[in-house]
């Protein structure tokens, strides 16, 4: 069932295209023009399947470019294979943005239970998919040669995206206690994405603790340790953050408390930034009695950051210094907005 993508060939045609894409060499003009369209939608998978698309075609062109999982027919392929294998590492390698940091890009929904692009159940920008169906479409046709020329165009736009990309200047930004808590409300206030904004805050604190921290992308499913951001020591499990721009009942807790417990954490914070349940409230600084796993609450996120200030191993100003950058760090990692990235800038600068 299904094709079988030849990996080695797969860089091998890559290559070609990052060539012909460096080179003076004039090229579909077409394919620039779709894929800079596609690079400006919300949904930024989408220029991941297309680059995925065009590579696997120009490996074998037989195969059915709108296909996901190669179990959708005869000429369908595993595209999240090919981009995890091939078209991540090259970007990486090779220096050209695909918009996504994650190492599976196609792990993600609506794509990651879906058999073929033009057939995905409850897409949230419709207008966006349709679109890139019919690119799936154009590609389709294309053949061997055609398709390694597209996918030059579109590795040439995506190494001009890398190159051109500012980087966000935070020389500026003021070691100040006052400043740093103020700019952190007024970002939180202003706007959650999902909880990126809330998630990147809080991975940034622990940063300041531990040398291991660790967070997935928001709705990844890809995610298998409890909570949204964890901490280690020398590769044992300390602490699991559960972090909530919404409200926290007390069944949310208990969940989580337990998937923490089952992954070995000794320590729960939950970081409920929206409101918690005064039952869940009630459990801060006690021991969970169900499972022993030690409680903390935070409705705060100024509480958490002056908290992470504290226990750092750092001097006050340096640590103060570290977090503004941390944070950006941390943002880039969950796809914020440039938007977004841009005033977290200019609120801390």
Known sequence: MGLRIEKAKARRQLDR????????SELPRDWLERTQRIARFDDKTCL????????????????????LKSRAGNKAYSARGLAHEVLVPASVEHGFDLRTTGREPLNNQPFFHSDRVDAMPRVKHPDE??????????????????????????????????QSAPPLDLGHASADL?????????????????GRR?????????????????????????????????????????????????????????????????????????????????????LSRSTWPENGVYVTVSTQFSDLLLDALAWSRRPLH????????????????????DSSLAQWGELIT
């Open 17 to 24: 295209a990052l060539a012909l894409a460096r080179s003076e």
């Open 48 to 67: 991941v399947v297309l680059g995925t698309a065009l590579l696997a075609t120009a490996t074998d062109d037989t195969v059915d470019a709108l296909t």
């Open 129 to 162: 998919i349709k679109y890139l169906v019919e690119c799936l479409e154009a590609v389709d046709y294309l053949r061997e040669d055609e398709a390694v020329l597209a996918l030059a165009s579109y590795l040439r736009d995506r190494i001009a995206a890398k």
């Open 178 to 194: 006052v400043k740093s808590v103020a700019a952190c409300r007024s970002y939180l206030e202003s706007g959650t994405e999902s």
């Open 198 to 282: 809330a998630q990147a805050l809080v991975a940034a604190c622990l940063d300041l603790v531990f040398d291991d921290v660790r967070t997935a992308r928001v709705f990844d499913p890809s995610r298998r340790l409890p909570g949204d951001v964890q901490a280690f020591h020398k590769l044992e499990p300390v602490l699991a953050v559960e972090v909530r721009a919404k409200p926290v009942s007390y069944s949310d807790a208990v969940h989580f408390l337990r998937a923490v417990a089952t992954a070995g954490f000794p320590h729960a914070l939950i970081a409920g930034f929206a409101s918690v349940d005064s039952a869940v409230a009630a």
């Open 318 to 337: 340096q640590s103060l210094g570290d977090f503004p950058q941390a944070v950006v760090r941390r943002l880039r990692q969950l796809e914020v907005k």
